[in-house]
């Protein structure tokens, strides 16, 4: 799964669709491969558009993802009313969820929403094996962050995957 970040900004330019489409005919990716990530404050600017959006890129065949859900105010009418498939819990609750009741209730409370609404979540920024624990314990379904792997330059993944080839 390749996942593509857009900007709220990206979303509202009336090309935005024709130059994903273009990207797609060009690369030859399957947009079945392609998970997007909109951030939450994405829906602040234009629900209408945004909702357009996310049906056009999901008729493609494309997932969508909210990005660092829960730093936002977007109301969760919004987020039922929008064609989803995760939720991205933003690494500033993970980081010390370990510690902080208040950052461990919100964690658990994202999933459990999520669940709820038939949707996947993955947590950001996770870094240490007690973290991971204590995510998996809560049904969280997909994990990222340094303990899995540092950031990485362009080249050094093109080996990765070469390796895994």
Do not use: W
Not at 32 to 61: A, C, P, Q, W, Y
């Amino acid at each position: 799964m390749l996942s593509i970040n857009f900007s709220a900004h990206q979303l509202l330019v009336a090309t935005f669709i024709d130059e994903v489409d273009r990207v797609i005919e060009e690369t030859g990716v399957n947009p079945r491969d392609i998970e997007v990530e909109i951030t939450e404050t994405s829906m602040l600017f234009d629900l209408g558009i945004t909702k357009n959006v996310i049906s056009d890129l999901k008729h493609r065949g494309m997932r969508i993802a909210i990005d660092d859900f829960g730093t936002g105010f977007s109301s969760l009418s919004h987020l039922q009313q929008l064609d989803v498939d995760t939720l991205k819990i933003d690494q500033s609750f993970i980081r010390d969820m370990l510690v902080d009741k208040g950052d461990a209730a919100i964690t658990t409370s994202v999933i459990s929403l999520a669940r709820g609404l038939g949707l996947s979540t993955t947590a950001e920024g996770v870094e240490n094996d007690q973290q991971l624990k204590v995510l998996r314990a809560s049904g969280c379904d997909y994990y990222q962050g340094f303990l899995f792997s540092p950031a990485i330059v362009v080249a050094d993944l093109e080996n990765l995957l070469l390796v895994g080839s």
